[in-house]
């Protein structure tokens, strides 16, 4: 099975990079394009993988074809790829706020199409990844895109409706937990800690704390509790978030991120 990647980005390299390292792909099983020299030169050079100036290249090698660019260029390289894709091509787009029907109508045909909305902590190999498909797409063919974006990370099928609050709920939400370690890290730094071991310690503390909700499968309230003693020092942090509204400001942050995606 040939992979083809068109864009080299940073999501791009962050799923080859997954992809080589759990063995799912080699080399020289992937392909990809890039409009500059420096992209292309430098994906071959941590990768091993060929890379093409001319992304119609790309998408006669792939058996499935990635569609690594921003949503704006994306109908754009469609037309460029439109004649080279076939109907036996797996065509995989990773653009925020481009249904699969628009997809469809720019390709003026039916192909096989999954709609993927990865996040940014797959560089880290740990993104999460929502996955939808057309009704052309076999489901040994999705269980195929399901195993590529396991590879940097843990992924699920939704249905099509659902990605939007896809997007909001972990493709823009790593700015969000951002912002909360740094508001951390900061007051931290007002108390006396050094900034790298204030970041440090914050951005451990939200690890640990996404891992026991994954891990032990118990509720987020039930967790909390387990922290807030009785008269001790986290109820009144917690307290001080409540008057705050910080659920409300959090739920508010989303909508607008999802009514955002929506009307892309």
């Known amino acids: 099975m040939k992979i083809g990647f068109i864009g080299m980005g940073n999501m791009a390299k962050a799923m080859v990079g997954g992809m080589l390292k759990k063995g799912i792909a080699k080399p020289q099983e992937i392909v990809g394009s890039a409009k500059s020299e420096k992209s292309r030169q ?28 921003k949503p704006q260029f994306l109908e754009e390289v469609i037309g460029e790829i439109r004649t080279a894709v076939t109907e036996n091509t797996l065509v995989v787009s990773i653009a925020a706020g481009r249904t699969m029907a628009w997809i469809q109508n720019c390709f003026a045909k039916n192909i096989k199409l999954v709609r993927c909305m990865p996040n940014t902590p797959a560089l880290v190999g740990e993104g999460c990844t929502g996955i939808c498909a057309g009704e052309q797409v076999a489901d040994k063919e999705l269980d195929t895109v399901v195993k ?117």
């Open 42 to 69: 430098s994906a071959e050079e941590a990768f091993g993988i060929t890379m093409y100036a001319e992304n119609v290249k790309v998408a006669e090698e792939a058996d499935v074809l990635i569609l690594a660019v």
């Open 148 to 264: 590529l974006m396991e590879s940097f990370g843990i992924a699920s099928v939704v249905s099509e409706k659902m990605m939007d609050v896809v997007v909001g709920v972990s493709g823009s939400a790593p700015a969000y937990v951002f912002m909360f370690i740094e508001a951390m890290a900061d007051e931290a730094v007002a108390e006396g800690m050094p900034r790298a071991q204030a970041y440090r310690f914050a951005a451990q503390a939200v690890l640990g704390s996404a891992k026991m909700v994954l891990e032990t499968g118990k509720h987020p309230g039930e967790l909390k509790d387990m922290v807030c003693s009785p008269a001790g020092t986290t109820i009144q942090a917690v307290k001080v978030l409540e008057e705050k509204g910080m659920r409300a400001s959090v739920m508010d942050a989303m909508e607008a991120c999802i009514q955002k995606s929506r009307n892309m």
